[in-house]
Structures are given as C-alpha cells and as structure tokens.
C-alpha cells in the first residue's frame, strides 16, 4: 500500500476504494468566476490570486484533517471554486456532525473577513473520495441542496443531515442543552443552516 492509500480514509488496508456513508459538504466560493474575469480584465489578476492563496493559508486548517502519522478521520478536495469535505461516520453521525458544524462555522467567517462569500450544503450519505474522483450519492444531495436550497452565503443541511439532527436532539432532555443548538438556526424558508452567530458575538 502506498502512502496517498495509507493517508485516505476511503481505501482499506489493502488499497481498495471503499464507498462509506459520510458527513458531506460541497461548499461553493460566490461569484468567483465574476471576480477572475474582472481582476484579468483590470490588470490585477495575480492580486486576486494572492488574496485567494492568503485568505486559504489562513483558513483551510479549519476543515482540512491534518493528522500527522495517523490515517486522517475526514478528506478535502478543492477545485476551481468547489470544495468538497467527505467525514466518514462510524455511529450515528452527531461526533462527526458537530465537529463539521464547528469548523465550517469558523471557516466561512475567516473567508467572508478575507472578503470571500461561501454557500454550501451538507448531506448524510454514501461517498468515495480520492485525489482524483469524488463519487456517490451524498455529494450529488450535498450538491443539489447547496444550487437549491443555500440561496444565501450560508450552509444549509440538506433533508438527510436534518433528519439526523432531529434523531440526535431526541437523546437531550432539553433542546437547549444540546450542542448542536449553538451551530444552527432554521431561516424564513424553513431551511436549517449553520450560524456564526456566538463567534461573532
């Protein structure tokens, strides 16, 4: 085996792909090709790329898993203006949840002060990842909420992470006492999305 198989969740010990059911976010970075062909059109074309390359350096640790000497618990792939996280679940999701909802909260506050807008969504569902291919049948939901459903820079949860945030809130004697009550508020339209709500505050 070797070490880009060693450092992919999404492989077993031999090197197979292996299609896990997953935490999924596909996040979208707004108006990203508008500001490519401004910046080139204007002459400030390297200025946007290191204005992109800073607000990354500065940000991307707080969704990239980077588990030294261990097989990572969750992967990253980027491109273009796409970004897609697959986190393996082991249980009933709400560790993995959690830990997506607090990282993503302070991710898309550190792009939007860097001046980048981000909308996304998140859905419960099988997925294989690599360098090269994303596959299954959560991006596509993740995707679908993120072009239908986000409307906003926001994240919203697609119909299966919110029916899994209803199970996990079922298991807390009060609503408030659950830590996922701090992560998410439900808009006008009735979608549940993740706040920055505290760390703005």
Same mark, same amino acid.
């Given at each position: 085996?070797?070490?880009?198989?060693?450092?992919?969740?999404?492989?077993?010990?031999?090197?197979?792909?292996?299609?896990?059911?997953?935490?999924?976010?596909?996040?979208?970075?707004?108006?990203?090709?508008g500001?490519?062909?401004?910046?080139?059109?204007?002459?400030?074309?390297?200025?946007?790329l +290191?204005?992109?390359?800073?607000?990354?350096? %500065?940000?991307y640790?707080?969704? $990239?898993?980077? !588990?030294?000497?261990? @097989?990572?618990?969750?992967?990253?792939?980027?491109?273009t203006?796409?970004?897609?996280i697959?986190?393996?679940?082991l249980?009933?999701?709400e560790?993995?949840?959690?830990?997506?909802?607090?990282?993503?909260?302070?991710f898309?506050?550190?792009m939007?002060?860097h001046?980048?807008?981000?909308?996304?969504?998140?859905?419960?569902?099988?997925?294989?990842?690599?360098?090269? +291919?994303?596959?299954?049948?959560?991006?596509? %939901?993740?995707?679908?909420?993120e $072009?239908?459903? !986000?409307?906003?820079p @926001?994240?919203?949860?697609?119909?299966?992470?919110?029916?899994?945030?209803?199970?996990?809130?079922?298991?807390?004697?009060?609503?408030?006492?659950?830590?996922?009550?701090?992560?998410?508020?439900?808009?006008?339209?009735?979608?549940?999305?993740?706040?920055?709500?505290?760390?703005?505050?």
């Open positions: 085996m070797n070490e880009n198989q060693f450092q992919n969740p999404y492989r077993d010990e031999s090197g197979k792909p292996l299609i896990r059911r997953s935490v999924v976010t596909f996040i979208d970075i707004l108006g990203y090709q500001q490519v062909k401004k910046a080139v059109e204007a002459g400030e074309g390297e200025a946007l +290191i204005s992109l390359r800073n607000a990354f350096d %500065e940000t640790h707080h969704i $990239k898993d980077e !588990a030294k000497g261990n @097989r990572p618990l969750w992967l990253v792939k980027g491109f203006d796409n970004i897609v697959g986190y393996p679940v249980h009933d999701a560790p993995e949840m959690g830990y997506m909802f607090s990282n993503l909260c302070t898309q506050l550190m939007t002060i001046g980048f807008f981000i909308r996304g969504g998140m859905a419960i569902g099988d997925l294989y990842m690599d360098d090269e +291919i994303v596959f299954g049948e959560g991006l596509i %939901e993740a995707y679908e909420s $072009k239908n459903l !986000a409307r906003d @926001r994240i919203v949860l697609s119909g299966s992470a919110t029916e899994y945030v209803d199970y996990h809130l079922k298991s807390y004697a009060r609503v408030e006492a659950a830590p996922q009550y701090d992560s998410l508020l439900r808009d006008r339209d009735g979608q549940v999305f993740l706040t920055n709500l505290l760390i703005i505050i």
